[in-house]
């Protein structure tokens, strides 16, 4: 095949504007096949096709991945490997989320990055654009009823991608997002919220962290007492959250939006990002910020054992009309059973997943990367 016909190949297979195509050469540095994408120049500078670039030491993600890459590349299958996750690169004040891609096109290593908020703003974009231009006409609407549910169901995907991407810092905080759905879900359930808000509320809770997705990895894995400084810093990940969920349609992420805005607003005021007070939080919050205080506190911590559920019941007793919404809080309290219940459920459950991981381990060798092979094993603090 002609380099010619082979670049064609590659733009029509992989070349959308969101992806950039790297071969590998055997010094470590890259040249470049499609450089299309924005973000791309952003991250290592202008470039084209056939230029020479070093993408070492520019993102501690990506540096993990080329280990696994390389490995991939020397022995690896056919078929490619992922990184099994999104992260997102600050650069100045732009933030990337990214994803990488290592496979062998005609048998010569290539790498694929591509930046998944892109395909979600191109999502966004195609909605807006079919509302705009067949909303009107009666004919077309029920295709556009079926575009809409397929863009609303990518949507979740990403989402459900996003809340794996704020897990993938740490490995003890996978099971942290589950109870806290679960968890939210009930405490609403007994409340007897509405049910429109019930569908989406477990998705929408586990998203409350999706900010610190957003936050350097020195501060988020921090094992100590933060400074000042990193405090406010780390308080941001309640407006990044919110900034990556902010204008959808779709009510997972509205509803996630809120959460992650203003779960670490406290009842008497004096909590961020607004220092909300009262029934100004919103109540799906003010549920969240019960639930997340008593899992991160009743588990443990890389800087502090796990405390007794008693002991956290009782602390959480006395920030009553403090920290928490009382009527919540007392619903909570009345609710130990079965909140007791799902904790079981949830050990279980990772026990279970934990065995089958291991297992898969034991007979297909060493499979996709894990995540402990890009972040090591270190957990972060709850802040
Ligand atoms: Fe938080
Ligand atoms: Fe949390």
New binding site residues.
Partial sequence: MSQDTYEAVLHAVLGDAGTAVLEARPDGSFRVVSSGPEWFTVLVGPTKQGDIVDLGGRCPPLDHFMLVARDHWAHGSTTGIESSGIWIEMVGDQEIPLEAYARRIEGRPHLILSSPARQYDEVRGMLQHARESLLSNGVLERAVEERTQMIRAREEEIAVRLVSAAEFRDSATGAHIRRIGRFTLLVATAMRLHEHVLDHLELAASM??VGKIGIPDHILLKPGPLDEEERRVMER?TVVGARILEDSDTPALQLGREIALS??ERWDGTGYPFGLSGEQIPLVARIVAIVDYFDATVNDRPYRPAMSVEEVLGIMRGERERHFDPAVLDLFLHLQPQIAEIRRAVDLEVAEERALAAERAALGGRGAPSREDFWGTDGFALH
Avoid: I
């Fill in positions: 409350h962290d990940h779960h670490h």
